[in-house]
T-cell receptor, first 114, second 116 residues
Framework: QQPVQSPQAVILREGEDAVINCSSSKALYSVHWYRQKHGEAPVFLMILLKGGEQKGHEKISASFNEKKQQSSLYLTASQLSYSGTYFCGTERNAGGTSYGKLTFGQGTILTVHP | EAGVTQFPSHSVIEKGQTVTLRCDPISGHDNLYWYRRVMGKEIKFLLHFVKESKQDESGMPNNRFLAERTGGTYSTLKVQPAELEDSGVYFC??????????????FGPGTRLTVL
């Protein structure tokens, strides 16, 4: 089942902060965050694993609440380059045949103005 | 290190024709994934190769879609015959072996397919 992202769109001025949420109704093993600019490949930002491990970008932080099956991406002191569509991808199984299969949210469009 | 590459970047075909999309993963990556994004909707999983074997093809929409991965290197996705609803952007992604680096997936730029 597709995770739900909120908000659908955010407009910021440079230097402002934003939070993007990703919620699932199913138990998750990991949450992956990507940013895509128009016409380009989605770029990996962060992975959060069940149990608290994470790997990702220096200037971007995220959290994973296992009880709520919700992840939040925190964008602080936003820059113009942060503009794009942010996707969360959820992975349900740690093993088995479906490892790595990501189910994506519908995306959050972030626009940063000067 | 070269990233994931996809060819062609755009393809416009008529309904009923055949199209073959190609993906070259990052060298040494055993896992190769195909995803599709139909306009305005989310990115959806199509299938997953581990080397040359299909690990999971649960997302393939129907038997008009055929994916192969010759020798565990590049992969092709053929649509035959194409229908209007096949239009969208087809992404390929690759990752290293199981659980090596948290299964971080590197995406290609996608192939935009338009079926008229």
């Amino acid at each position: 089942q597709q995770p739900v992202q909120s908000p659908q769109a955010v407009i910021l001025r440079e230097g402002e902060d934003a939070v993007i949420n990703c919620s699932s109704s199913k138990a998750l093993y990991s949450v992956h965050w990507y940013r895509q600019k128009h016409g380009e490949a989605p770029v990996f930002l962060m992975i959060l694993l069940k149990g608290g491990e994470q790997k990702g970008h220096e200037k971007i932080s995220a959290s994973f609440n296992e009880k709520k099956q919700q992840s939040s991406l925190y964008l602080t002191a936003s820059q113009l380059s942060y503009s794009g569509t942010y996707f969360c991808g959820t992975e349900r199984n740690a093993g088995g045949t479906s490892y790595g299969k990501l189910t994506f949210g519908q995306g959050t469009i972030l626009t940063v103005h000067p | 290190e070269a990233g994931v590459t996809q060819f062609p970047s755009h393809s416009v075909i008529e309904k009923g024709q055949t199209v073959t999309l190609r993906c070259d993963p990052i060298s040494g990556h055993d896992n190769l994934y195909w995803y599709r994004r139909v306009m305005g909707k989310e990115i959806k999983f199509l299938l997953h190769f581990v080397k040359e074997s299909k690990q999971d093809e649960s997302g393939m929409p129907n038997n008009r879609f055929l994916a192969e991965r010759t020798g565990g290197t590049y992969s092709t996705l053929k649509v035959q015959p194409a229908e209007l609803e096949d239009s969208g952007v087809y992404f390929c992604a690759s990752s290293q072996g199981r659980r090596v680096t948290y299964n971080e997936q590197f995406f290609g730029p996608g192939t935009r397919l338009t079926v008229l």
